[in-house]
Structures are given as C-alpha cells and as structure tokens.
C-alpha cells in the first residue's frame, strides 16, 4: 500500500490545525493581555490498521514510516506594556495574573487589567467580573473618594482611605492554564493552587498589550499556503501514478 497518500493528508490536517492557530492570533492581536497561542511538529509511527503484519501501516519492510504530529501551547511572554491615563486600568509588569471571581463564584486568571466600576462601585472587568483583592474579596470604590490610586504593589486608595490590594496570582508551571472565553486562563483539573506575587509591579493607567506579532503571523499564512499546495501536489501526483498502474493492469 501506497502511504503516501496518508502522509500528504495528515499533513494537510497538521496544516489546517496551525492555520486555526494562526488565524486566532490575528484576530485577538488587538485583545489586552492575549497569549498567542503556538504549535510545534514532531514526527510519530503510524498504527496498524489490523494486527495483521502485512496489512500494517507503520512501516514498509524495515523502515518505519512517520506521519506529522502536532502539539499546540501558549507562549506566555509578556506584552507590551501602553498608556491609556484611564485610572482604573492596571498593567502588571513581571510574573502572575489578576485574580476575577465570576458569576457562578469561579476564580478565573487574566493579564488584562482594563477595569471597571459597577454600579454598586464594585471593580469589575470589561465583561463585568469581580476583580479580585488579595483577602479573596471583590473591590468596593469609596461612593465620595475621590481619585482613584493604584500604588505599584497592587494596593488601592482613593484619597487617605485604602480600598484593598489587587490579588496578582502565580503559578508554578503556567502550561496547566486552559484559556477560555474572555481572554481569561482557568486551572487544569488538578493543578496547583496558584500563590500570591511576593511583589508585584502594578502600573497605573496602563494595559499590556498582546505578545502576538501580526507580521510573523501573515509570514506563516503565506508557509502554510504553499506547504498546503505542496502536499496538494504530491497527493495527485501519487493519484495520477495508481491510476496509469491501474489502467496498465488491466
């Protein structure tokens, strides 16, 4: 059996799973805190369709035969960090994630530190979630305070009365995040429970930008492409050669 045709597919497939890879980063380059999402190959022996040796897949004679592997990650280097002179948006420079509490009481971890206040003056994000103080409670803006001060170690007062310190999160192995909806990162089943930030570097009226590249990503479109009409090649060339031994045969 011809494997080649298996092996131009499985790279078409490969292929397909970085151009979603790829596509993604794009389209959330623009998103505060936003981790671009990466994909490395490998190579892996094929299975055996039957344990039938002759009927195996894997090898030809004596020559394992390879088929691409993908494995997709997070890159979580940090952003760049832009001024917005918005006093409640808060960038972290270094290590860790603000903590946010959602509706159903889940705790859920960002890089986004683009805030807000509701309309009980509770801190929330964006999208309206609880941010966080390091004693595990939201945030509650004083009703007459005055401006609003987020000091580099996370803390926050609004004139002379401190209003709580921003809970900043870390994580001994950052590959146990699963991202969600929201730009937010939660826990693997199982994982560690994240620790506080010794000391954190909070900087006021600023957000962190996304470590995605858009030009290093269209450069990638453009290798997907051809590496997807190369593999496109090879499978109707591989096509054209079985039917001209089929015709020959008979």
């Known amino acids: 059996m011809n494997v080649g045709l298996y092996q131009s597919a499985s790279a078409l497939a490969a292929l397909e799973r970085w151009q979603d890879m790829v596509s993604q980063n794009i389209t959330s380059s623009q998103e505060t805190g936003y981790r671009k ?11 055996e369709l039957q344990p039938n040796t002759k009927a195996r897949i894997g090898s030809e004679g004596s020559v394992p035969v390879l088929f691409p592997k993908t494995t997709t990650g997070i890159n979580f280097q940090n952003g760049e960090t832009q001024p917005t002179r918005r006093e409640l948006d808060a960038a972290i420079q270094g290590e860790g994630f603000f903590e946010i509490q959602r509706p159903d009481g889940s705790k859920v971890y960002t890089r986004s530190g683009e805030f807000r206040m509701r309309a009980d003056r509770t801190l929330v994000t964006s999208t309206g979630d609880e941010v966080m103080s390091d004693s595990g409670s939201p945030i509650l803006l004083a009703a007459n305070g005055g401006a609003v001060t987020i000091n580099p170690d996370g803390s926050i007062a609004q004139g002379s009365t401190h209003l709580g310190k921003l809970a900043v999160k870390k994580f001994d192995d950052n590959s146990q995040l699963i991202p969600i909806a929201g730009g937010y990162f939660a826990t693997a089943p199982g994982a560690a429970a994240p620790t506080s930030v010794d000391n954190p570097q909070i900087l006021q009226g600023y957000l962190e930008a996304s470590n995605v590249t858009p030009l290093r990503e269209m450069v990638d479109l ?6 997807y009409e190369a593999n496109q090649k090879i499978m109707t060339t591989v096509d054209q050669s079985m039917q001209k031994t089929f015709d020959a045969l008979g």
């Open 37 to 47: 999402r990466t994909i490395s190959f490998s190579t892996q022996a094929a299975g």
């Open 222 to 227: 453009v290798l997907i492409s051809r590496a």
